[in-house]
């Protein structure tokens, strides 16, 4: 089973691979628990670079000192030894709340405003991943610092996140990532690196790596309503058989090949089987198909094609009207038994 680090040093590799352009491009490895570690300074070697990453494994312990490792990056990093010529990025991936940094996270916002993210050029990306985050925090810092912060919920998402991190510098977009859904970008890595390849502006670029102890869990992966590992999986077009959405990308993020399902990012969290959003009469999960061949629908028993929703268990389908009108009558019976519930 893959750590948090082990997610974070995949993803980070990809990162690298994608941006990172041989004898043009510098780029720097640093890591925080109690303190602030350069693993690699700035080098235009990727190979360096990818053994700095590699070598990462199995070695996270102690606190999480997140605020002053970001200004020590800007100032003692960034400001001494980057070329002041170049647009300057900064990757940052945490799992927790900070619990010992002498700045406060105000300060650190501000400092970094004013020493690093003021420049229109420079790029500072904080991402924070799971639920030990403060994300309301880091946010009010982003607001502060002018940079910007993305949250998703487990490492698996981690390396969704970074393409989107990657697709905002290698396109210059001004706008800001919370604006970009992820899970949503089109963009692929090797799209991404394509168009980097045709830029030919240079970048200085440092990640930052929470490595505290709490980065050594497990990150267990999302299941399908079997109970079945959901796993990335390249499938052309695809279809959620939770919502009914069609998938945005190529890329399924959770895929069983057990039973044929994939599901969107809003629908999955690491450890548990997908939720459902719709169950049959006998409250087993149902899933949407979309099957070419006409289909009779359980409750009107009419005749229809397309997508439906469907228990496997009961042999049970439901077209979209049915659906609806269930869905209003468990919510007026709801509605009379919390009503008579208050006149008692």
Request: some cysteine; hydrophobic content about 35%.
């Amino acid at each position: 089973m893959e750590t948090r680090l082990d997610c974070a040093i995949k993803a980070s590799n990809e990162l690298v691979t994608t941006l990172h352009r041989d004898g043009l491009d510098n780029g720097c490895i640093t890591t925080f628990n109690d303190s602030l570690a350069i693993r690699q300074n700035f080098t235009s070697d990727e190979n360096r670079l990818h053994r700095s990453l590699n070598s990462l494994r199995n070695a996270a312990a102690g606190e999480t000192r997140l605020y002053d490792s970001i200004y020590d990056v800007v100032v003692g990093i960034f400001r001494r030894r980057a070329d002041r010529t170049r647009p300057w990025i900064l990757v940052v991936v945490t799992d927790g709340d900070d619990n010992c940094s002498t700045r406060s996270a105000r300060q650190c916002a501000e400092e970094v405003y004013r020493l690093y993210t003021r420049e229109e050029s420079n790029f500072l990306f904080v991402v924070g991943v799971g639920d030990g985050v403060n994300s309301t925090r880091l946010q009010q810092m982003a607001d502060v610092g002018r940079f910007d912060y993305i949250h998703v919920k487990d490492f698996l998402l981690l390396e969704v996140a970074l393409i989107t991190l990657a697709h905002k510098v290698t396109t210059s977009l001004s706008l800001s990532v919370n604006a970009l859904s992820v899970g949503n970008v089109s963009a692929s890595w090797a799209e991404i690196q394509e168009h980097r390849r045709l830029s030919n502006v240079a970048i200085d670029y440092a990640l930052l790596i929470d490595m505290s102890t709490s980065m050594n869990e497990i990150s267990s992966r999302a299941q399908c309503f079997e109970g079945h590992e959901l796993r990335k999986y390249r499938l052309g077009q695809w279809m959620c058989d939770v919502c009914g959405k069609n998938g945005p990308t190529t890329m399924s993020d959770y895929h069983c090949a057990k039973c044929d399902f994939n599901a969107c990012h809003s629908h999955c969290v690491s450890g548990r089987p997908c939720k459902p959003t719709s169950t049959c009469p006998n409250d087993h999960p149902m899933r949407y198909t979309n099957k070419k061949d006409p289909w009779r629908c359980d409750e009107d028993k009419q005749l229809y094609t397309g997508k439906r929703l469907r228990c496997e268990r009961c042999d049970y389908d439901i077209c979209p009207n049915c659906l609806i009108e269930a869905e209003r009558a468990e919510r007026a019976l709801t509605y009379l038994m919390a009503g008579l519930l208050l006149r008692e």
